[in-house]
């Protein structure tokens, strides 16, 4: 089996002191924006695309750029981090899709989300999520260490 793979983007959302999370309807747990990264479109641009779907927030990234420039390069917005996640495993452990995340945080000025893309999670759908939620809860743990790393970063930016 031949493995397929696809650049996806996620944004861990950070407003005083909280970080927002949607239960995933597949999945059954709870996940911050994000979605595949289209044809043509730069990782940074889809996560803030995902965020203005799913949320209809603006979002501002909180990443680095390197500042590296030549004739025909430039940097671009970094991710916090870049995962794999194993999203087809076949009963012999074979892996047939695999989504390779570009995981950015930002800060957005409210929590009045108010999605506006199709078939998005309804706002009431959110909850927003201090660190000590999220160490309390029960999240996956992927989720509540980049959850408080996200609040951690954007709130030292603040």
């Known amino acids: 089996m031949e493995t397929t793979r696809h650049f996806t983007a996620t944004v861990y959302l950070v407003n005083d002191d909280a970080t927002a999370l ?15 990264v289209d044809r043509d479109e730069l990782p940074h641009e889809a ?13 501002d990234l ?12 430039r940097g671009i917005p970094e991710p916090a981090h870049l995962m794999l996640y194993d999203i087809n495993v076949d009963a012999d452990g074979r892996i047939g899709h ?6 950015y945080y930002a800060h957005v000025t409210t929590r009045g989300i108010d999605p506006n893309g199709d078939d998005e999670i309804a706002a009431d759908g959110w909850e927003w999520y201090t660190a000590e ?13 980049l959850g408080c790393e996200a609040i951690e970063t954007v709130m030292a930016t603040r």
Request: charged share 30%; proline share 7%.
């Open 22 to 36: 949607h239960e995933h309807d597949r999945l059954g747990i709870r996940v911050p924006p994000g979605g595949h």
């Open 47 to 59: 996560a803030l695309r995902e965020v203005r779907e799913e949320t209809g927030l603006e979002a």
């Open 62 to 73: 909180v990443a680095d750029v390197a500042p590296i420039e030549g004739p025909n390069g």
């Open 98 to 103: 695999q989504h390779v995340d570009h995981l």
């Open 133 to 145: 939620e999220l160490c309390s809860g029960s999240f996956d743990a992927d989720v509540v260490e």
